[in-house]
């Protein structure tokens, strides 16, 4: 089984340019969502969908765009990349009941220099 | 302020000791609490999910307390092989009316050598 998978798993990226983080599940799974992750903090929440065609806003959404036309795939848009975003993002995906855990993707190292 | 504070930040122990990672949420209205397991350079794994009516729940070596009242968690590792190095995350649930959120903990770092 595949789980969460995440492409690319490296990228380095200049100031200013965009890119688009790809995320996909094979669990039919209604709940995505995106988090990044910096050194000695915890997870924070960029942006989530409970079901395709719905996405909205988490915690730090600011430089981020979200769209998901299919139950399967959650791509992330860095629309104009700043230093300020280098971090590791994941993405994960659960059925939305509230007692079931999420399943991580294993990430996606970005660097922006 | 709905946190989540784990200590502590990072541990050694030997193989084959035990350990106990604390967590301290301030978390509400509360929904369940998660440990998580993260490997270095992978996704963070579930390892046990709690609700206010459980105090205890083991997964194979790991088993997690929870006392609600106090707003305390523990998760403690048994007989620790080299496999258990990874940084543990406490994660809360709270009920809101645009469905459950999650805040995540900063971690702990345990490091288990030979």
């Known amino acids: 089984n595949a789980g969460v998978t995440q492409t690319p798993k490296f990228q380095v990226l200049k100031t200013g340019q965009s890119m688009t983080l790809q995320c996909a599940q094979d669990?039919?799974?209604?709940?995505m969502s995106w988090y990044r992750q910096d050194p000695g903090m915890g997870l924070r929440l960029i942006h989530y969908s409970v079901g395709a065609g719905i996405t909205d806003q988490g915690e730090v959404p600011n430089g981020y765009n979200v769209s998901r036309s299919t139950t399967e795939d959650f791509p992330l848009r860095l629309l104009s990349a700043a230093p300020s975003q280098t971090s590791v993002y994941f993405c994960?995906?659960?059925?939305?009941?509230?007692?079931?855990?999420?399943?991580f993707g294993d990430g996606t190292r970005l660097s922006i220099l | 302020k709905n946190q989540v504070e784990q200590s502590p930040q990072s541990l050694i122990i030997l193989e084959g000791k035990n350990c106990t990672l604390q967590?301290?949420?301030?978390?509400?209205?509360?929904?369940?609490l998660r440990w998580y397991k993260q490997d270095t350079g992978r996704g963070p794994v579930s390892l046990t999910i709690m609700t206010f009516s459980e105090n205890t729940k083991s997964n194979g070596r790991y088993t997690a307390t929870l006392d609600a009242d106090t707003k305390q968690s523990s998760l403690h590792i048994t007989a620790s092989q080299l496999s258990d190095s990874a940084s543990y995350i406490c994660?809360?649930?709270?009920?809101?009316?645009?469905?459950?959120?999650?805040?995540f903990g900063g971690g702990t770092r345990v490091l288990v050598k030979p």
């Open positions: 967590c301290n949420y301030t978390v509400s209205p509360f929904s369940n």
């Open positions: 994960a995906s659960s059925t939305g009941f509230s007692n079931q855990p999420q399943h």
């Open positions: 994660v809360v649930s709270r009920a809101s009316a645009a469905g459950n959120k999650l805040t």
């Open positions: 669990m039919n799974h209604e709940y």
